[in-house]
């Protein structure tokens, strides 16, 4: 399908493409909605094999944030942005950053940058030196590191999946199994490990493993099968697409709930797969919402308190999807619809950005 016809199909306002000739630069922003208004989304820098594969991943990211912003009650839209490298792991550069800020700076606040995989509070303030436009900085910008927020908006999801099967919202005792010990996986395993949970970790970079091992008596788990191990709830906190049509089939946790943006590779087939297996699946997009409410609130000029109560918010949110599941395909189709509603009750609604 070409470009046009699936922005067409997913609904896709924007696609901008960005070559800054100085510094070598190559970006892409993709705005999929500005509807409920403003859309804050974090820049990812990674090596794609191919420039096909950095515009779906952007584009898919992107709809994800429309989504996540909806049924967190966010007055925001959605986007996203993606930096190519052209060598994995290319340093990342003040002048890459600039030239990075001032593409953002043409969307006039339309788009709103902030962290995403690849990318430091020090790279943010470097893009906020050429645009008013981000969040997630410490210095010129503000937000900081947003992945505490996140961790905490997880944890909360596990709870309502916990409390959805009916069993002791009650971590002590239960096997987690942990994908991706990064900003966000490695919070998560602190929560977890003080709630008493007993943490399976992975990651390919082996001296957090080590850390995990180290702070929380984690047990290692070979990176290729951690999405396969026996466990209470498997928490994908790394890339994306972890989980496709054959991995469903070998899973032997009874609930997923992980941090990881786009874990399944397609969700309306994954998640009424997991419906079939009776495997609970927590909507990544409600699971992971705590880092954009924390930069989206922020942005919108919210207290500490409102922010934390709406990070709080994400337990119900989540119980009122599961419980509404059943008159749907699956739990990701009943988080879709919550997330259609909100749109729909937007554009019934001056825009938020007008003027
Ligand atoms: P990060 O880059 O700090 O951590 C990712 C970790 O995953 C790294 O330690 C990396 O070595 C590991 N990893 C990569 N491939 C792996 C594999 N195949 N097996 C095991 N480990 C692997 O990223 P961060 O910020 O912790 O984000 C994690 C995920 O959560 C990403 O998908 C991100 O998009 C998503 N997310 C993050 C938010 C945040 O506030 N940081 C907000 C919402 C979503």
Redesign the pocket.
């Known amino acids: 399908m070409d470009t046009f016809g699936r922005m067409t199909e997913i609904g896709h306002e924007r696609v901008c493409f960005h070559h800054d000739e100085a510094t070598g630069l190559r970006a892409i922003v993709a705005i999929h909605s500005t509807k409920l208004g403003p859309a804050l989304g974090?820049t990812r820098r990674w090596h794609y094999a191919t420039e096909e594969e950095a515009l779906y991943d952007v584009m898919r990211l992107s709809e994800g944030m429309s989504c996540k912003a909806a049924c967190a009650g966010l007055p925001m839209g959605g986007a996203k942005s993606v930096i190519l490298l052209p060598e994995p792991n290319t340093e990342a550069t003040e002048a890459e950053a600039k030239a990075m800020g001032r593409f953002i700076d043409t969307f006039n606040g339309d788009y709103i940058a902030a962290?995403?995989?690849?990318l430091d509070p020090r790279y943010i303030d470097w893009m906020a030196t050429e645009t008013n436009h981000v969040m997630g900085g410490e210095t010129v910008s503000t937000g900081g590191d947003?992945?505490p927020?996140?961790a905490a908006g997880t944890f909360n999801a596990m709870k309502a999946c916990l409390q959805h099967l009916g069993r002791a919202v009650d971590f002590s005792g239960l096997n987690v199994a942990v994908?991706?010990?990064?900003?966000?996986?490695m919070d998560l395993c602190r929560r977890l490990h003080e709630a008493g949970a007993n943490l399976l970790v992975?990651?390919?970079?082996s001296s957090?493993v080590d850390q995990a091992v180290a702070s929380w008596d984690a047990k290692p788990i070979d990176?290729q099968s951690?999405i396969e191990c026996e466990c209470d709830i498997l928490a994908p906190?790394?890339?994306?697409a972890v989980i496709g049509e054959h991995t469903v089939a070998r899973i032997k946790a009874d609930i997923i709930c992980g941090?990881?943006?786009n874990i399944l590779v397609d969700p309306a087939r994954e998640s009424a797969a997991m419906v079939d297996r009776g495997i609970l699946y927590a909507p990544d997009f409600v699971a992971?919402a705590g880092?954009?409410i924390w930069l989206a609130g922020l942005w919108l000029g919210m207290s500490r308190e409102e922010l934390d109560r709406r990070n709080d918010e994400i337990e119900q949110t989540m119980i009122d999807i599961l419980n509404d599941a059943p008159s749907h395909a699956s739990t990701w189709e009943a988080a879709m619809s919550l997330a259609r509603v909100r749109f729909a009750q937007g554009e019934s609604k001056e825009p938020a950005h007008a003027g």
């Open positions: 974090g962290e995403d995989v690849g947003p992945s927020f996140t994908q991706g010990l990064g900003h966000v996986g992975a990651d390919i970079n957090v990176p951690i906190c790394a890339l994306g941090a990881a943006n992971n880092g954009l």
